[in-house]
C-alpha cells in the first residue's frame, strides 16, 4: 500500500514568512510523529500525536512552531516568522498504536530559510 | 542522561568483513528495540526489530539485545559497500526517541 507522504518535498522561503507543511500518514496508523533533521544531525523529536489523545508538544522548540492533525489522519506542521535556523529537513513517520512493528518515515521536506 | 546512546563513527570497515553496531539504553524499563538505516539524503527506514533477549537473525543481519547490560548491538555479515549509512537505534515506546546514530563506511 501507500508509504507516507509529504508535502512540498522542497520548500524555499524569506526569514519572517509562514510555512506549512503536510503529512499523510500510512492509511490505519493511529500515531504520526514529526522529526527534523537538520544537516549531519540526528533526528530530534518535535511532536507525537496517538489517536484522539492530547498530542505530545515535547518536542517543540518554540512557540513559532505549531501542529495539528484533522480527523486522525493528516497533518500539519506550521512555523511561523521562520528563521534561518529552522533550515532543515522535516520528516513525518506514522506507526500502529504504541509503534508495535516500528515506525514508517515518509520522504521529508526540505526546508531553506533565506 | 540521554536515553540512547551511539558511538557517532565513522565505523569504517573492509568489504566482506563484519560490521558491529552497538546501542546502549539507560531506560531499564525497555523492552524491545528498532535499528533504522538511514542513508545519506534519505529518511529512515526500518531494517531489524528485536522484541526479547538474545539474538535475532535476518540474512547478513543480526540484532543482540542484552537486558542486563542494556545494550543492543547489530552485526551486520558480509558487509558491502552497500551497507554505507547512518543506523539508528530506538526503544520501542510510544514515543519513539532516537539515538544520534552511528555512521557506517564500508571501503571495497
Known amino acids: 500500500g501507500a508509504g507516507v507522504s509529504q508535502s512540498p518535498s522542497n520548500k524555499v522561503t524569506e526569514k519572517g514568512k509562514d510555512v506549512e507543511l503536510r503529512c499523510d500518514p500510512i492509511?490505519?496508523?493511529?500515531?504520526l510523529y514529526w522529526y527534523r533533521q537538520s544537516l549531519g544531525q540526528g533526528l530530534e523529536f518535535l511532536i507525537y500525536f496517538q489517536g484522539n489523545s492530547a498530542p505530545d508538544k515535547s518536542g517543540l522548540p518554540s512557540d513559532r512552531f505549531s501542529a495539528e492533525r484533522t480527523g486522525g489522519s493528516v497533518s500539519t506542521l506550521t512555523i511561523q516568522r521562520t528563521q534561518q535556523e529552522d533550515s532543515a529537513v522535516y520528516l513525518c513517520?506514522?506507526?500502529?498504536?504504541?509503534?508495535?512493528?516500528?515506525?514508517?518515515f515518509g520522504p521529508g521536506t526540505r526546508l531553506l530559510v533565506l | 542522561q540521554k536515553e540512547v546512546e551511539q558511538n557517532s563513527g565513522p565505523l569504517s570497515v573492509p568489504e566482506g568483513a563484519i560490521a558491529s553496531l552497538n546501542c546502549t539504553y539507560s531506560d531499564r524499563g525497555s523492552q524491545s528495540f528498532f535499528w533504522y538505516r538511514q542513508y545519506s539524503g534519505k529518511s529512515p527506514e526500518l531494517i531489524m526489530s528485536i522484541y526479547s533477549n538474545g539474538d535475532k537473525e535476518d540474512g547478513r543481519f543480526t540484532a543482540q539485545l542484552n537486558k542486563a547490560s542494556q545494550y543492543v548491538s547489530l552485526l551486520i555479515r558480509d558487509s558491502q559497500p552497500s551497507d554505507s549509512a547512518t543506523y539508528l537505534c530506538?526503544?520501542?515506546?510510544?514515543?519513539?526517541?532516537f539515538g544520534a546514530g552511528t555512521r557506517l563506511a564500508v571501503h571495497p
Open positions: 530506538a526503544p520501542r515506546k510510544s514515543k519513539l526517541i
Open positions: 513517520a506514522s506507526s500502529l498504536e504504541g509503534a508495535i512493528d516500528g515506525q514508517y
Open positions: 492509511s490505519g496508523h493511529t500515531a
